[in-house]
């Protein structure tokens, strides 16, 4: 099979697993919840390689403006709460530095990560505020944004400025995670801030003590090449800004068949080999 041919069959492939036609599309939280569990790793409305939610409910690609207004954005959004309320999936910057659900299944590999950035963030950081973050909260526990940021002394808007950065970095590098605080009647989708690790059950944190670095990259980039479909390999390194070696992870994923990989004119393109 030519070039065109798989490209063009991965493609249709991923219409159907990303649920973009009319009569596949998600009309209730409990579809929501299901395609959440067959994809693992989901964006709610930003569109990039990954499925999100937002097109999945229209049964289309979004424009810009349906991204924001109308009914399926807001079915998104009401949705996105419910579900993160519940024990499976838990939000945090994992794809692109963008708010992706990810399934529970994935906590175990993600925590290894989130441990290691953390000790090197607390360690080797050259931010001062860094280092603030993650004393206060290692110290006092989960802490609503807008209390930390007081605490702190970050009063100004320019000091403003350089805490909300900090708090980005630690977001992006998978140490914190944010959570709506439900119980906070004056500040409205008030953002609680703790660690990862500590936001997963005891059990996961022991499972991840026994997984090593090389297997955890393998499995989060494999799952995510897997929800993608279809991923043009120039792009990937990208993905993970918390972790390195992910082109190593590639090149083992190919070597156990479990991608392949297809040159089409100047670009090369990742997909699974179950497609072929």
Known sequence: MNPDRIL??????????????????????????NFLREHSVVLWSAKAELPNLLDAIIGRVANGQERVYGKPAENCYRWREQI???????????FS????????DLWQYITIFSRQNRKRAESDSRSKE??????FLKHEGPTRTDILRKELKFVT??????????????QNQLILIGRIDKASSVHTHAEVLDFFENS????????????DETAASMKLLSVTLQSCVVSKEKSIP??????????ESLEKLIQRKDFVRIQHRKDSYIIPRKIL
């Open 157 to 170: 808007p320019e000091q403003g400025r350089v805490f909300h950065r900090a708090k980005k970095e630690l």
């Open 8 to 33: 063009a069959k991965a493609e249709a492939w991923k219409r159907k697993a990303h649920r973009l036609s009319l009569n596949l599309r998600l009309k209730s939280i409990n579809d929501a919840n």
């Open 84 to 94: 993160i309320q519940g024990p499976e999936f838990l939000e945090c910057r994992f």
């Open 130 to 135: 860094v280092k603030k973050i993650i004393a």
């Open 200 to 211: 997963v059950p005891k059990q996961v944190k022991t499972k991840s003590d026994l997984i």
């Open 238 to 247: 990208r993905w993970f800004g918390w972790t390195g070696g992910i082109k």
């Open 97 to 104: 530095k963008m708010s992706t659900v990810v399934h529970q």
